[in-house]
């Protein structure tokens, strides 16, 4: 009789997924392309980013008052003031005079400095002023802050929205980013309708597609959803196929446990090489980790949670790190657990609580296991993870929660 080897855990699968994927260089094969800087919040910059002008461009003032030549106001002895005409509007500088600046108008030409209006009595044709002011005082030079040519942001940078002003400061209207994944989403089964209508019986709403791309949307990707594919080898083989050239990553699912209609393990091995198909993890112990021309396609199990709690689990890393992203940090809280929870040994579990206020701790209270059970998807605030060495966690345990 043939021996039925062990499923491998999570970690180990992940790792010979990442193995062949890195094997096929699909890890560093991350796309650039061209993005207006408006848009790029968020956005990995891929190449470094120079000023393309100086800023300031102009010379500038750098505080409401009056622009002057310093020369004209030197050799004031303690006490003595010196008065200069105030120009109209628009008249052309000339010496011994002075002309009405706000903080950012250009400097006229031939004037070097600025008097802070605080610092002079103006009857609207003349100013009174009794101290000098210095070549370049309250004046903003041209380059001041960047000069052109000057690296702005190194690759590899999360763009912040100060990031995003800073470029626009110095032209740089398009930079180049890491791509967006493209991930195309395969739902399949026979039984699986894509309408609002009323269902027959035996058949069910598709739900499970739309909220994988609304997941995988969420983490930066470009989500495009298939038609529904029956359970049929040939359909299944010729929509994978279709997809492949144009996506980044193709997610299927459903088919993947050992049904009489599941084909998407054999269709998978068909087309490419199947990494791992069974981890031992609960739910969802049936997803299939394969590679593809080069591209990862993933089996997912078709029941919600499952589907949900698999593709969090070895999808997301792997979507954050085509973008160049590190996941955002999971928070976690301790809580105490609300009962008595039995699992099996060997198998990491992931179970679904709903968290009730209490002191000092919040009480943790599984919710049902059923991996088709949608209501669990709404009604829990975090995870429970118990893992493969623990058969049992009692009342009151103390356990972690890693929430939502």
């Not at 395969?186 to 791309?213: F, H, K």
């Not at 087309?271 to 980790?289: D, Y």
Request: charged share 20%.
């Amino acid at each position: 009789m043939k021996q039925l080897m062990a499923d491998p855990s999570r970690t180990e699968a992940l790792s010979r997924w990442r193995d062949c994927l890195e094997q096929e260089g699909w890890m560093t094969s991350c796309r650039h392309e061209d993005c207006p800087i408006i848009d790029a919040l968020g956005r990995v910059i891929a190449e470094p980013v120079f000023a393309f002008r100086s800023v300031p461009h102009y010379v500038g003032a750098a505080m409401d008052g009056f622009a002057v030549r310093a020369d004209d106001t030197t050799g004031l002895l303690p006490g003595e003031g010196r008065r200069l005409s105030v120009l109209p509007p628009g008249s052309p500088w000339r010496p011994q005079t002075a002309v009405v600046v706000d903080t950012g108008d250009a400097l006229p030409d031939g004037t070097d400095s600025v008097i802070m209006k605080e610092h002079v009595v103006f009857d609207a044709q003349r100013i009174e002023f009794r101290s000098s002011v210095s070549p370049g005082q309250h004046v903003r030079k041209v380059g001041e802050d960047m000069l052109q040519g000057q690296l702005v942001l190194p690759a590899e940078r999360v763009v912040s929205p100060a990031d995003l002003a800073a470029c626009l400061a110095v032209g740089a209207d398009r930079v180049r980013v890491f791509a967006r994944p493209r991930i195309c989403v395969i739902p399949t089964g026979s039984e699986i309708v894509d309408s609002s209508d009323e269902l027959p019986s035996g058949s069910i709403r598709d739900i499970n597609s739309y909220m994988l791309a609304a997941l995988f949307g969420s983490w930066g990707a470009v989500v495009k959803r298939h038609p529904v594919v029956a359970d049929d080898r040939e359909g299944l083989w010729q929509a994978i196929s279709k997809v492949l050239p144009e996506n980044d990553m193709v997610v299927i699912n459903a088919g993947t446990s050992s049904g009489t209609e599941d084909f998407t393990a054999t269709v998978l091995a068909g087309l490419g090489r199947v990494c791992c198909h069974g981890v031992a993890i609960r739910p969802g112990r049936p997803v299939i980790l394969a590679v593809v021309q080069g591209n990862p396609v993933v089996g997912l199990p078709g029941y919600p949670v499952s589907c949900m709690l698999t593709a969090e689990l070895f999808t997301q890393e792997l979507i954050y790190q085509y973008q160049r992203k590190s996941i955002p940090p999971k928070q976690t809280v301790q809580a105490k657990l609300g009962k008595a929870v039995e699992s099996r040994l060997g198998v990491e579990e992931f179970l679904r609580v709903s968290l009730d206020r209490g002191l000092p701790l919040p009480q943790a209270m599984p919710l049902a296991r059923g991996a088709s059970l949608i209501s669990t998807l709404t009604q829990a605030q975090g995870l429970l993870r118990i893992g493969p060495d623990t058969d049992k966690l009692s009342a009151g345990e103390i356990v972690a929660i890693e929430l939502f």
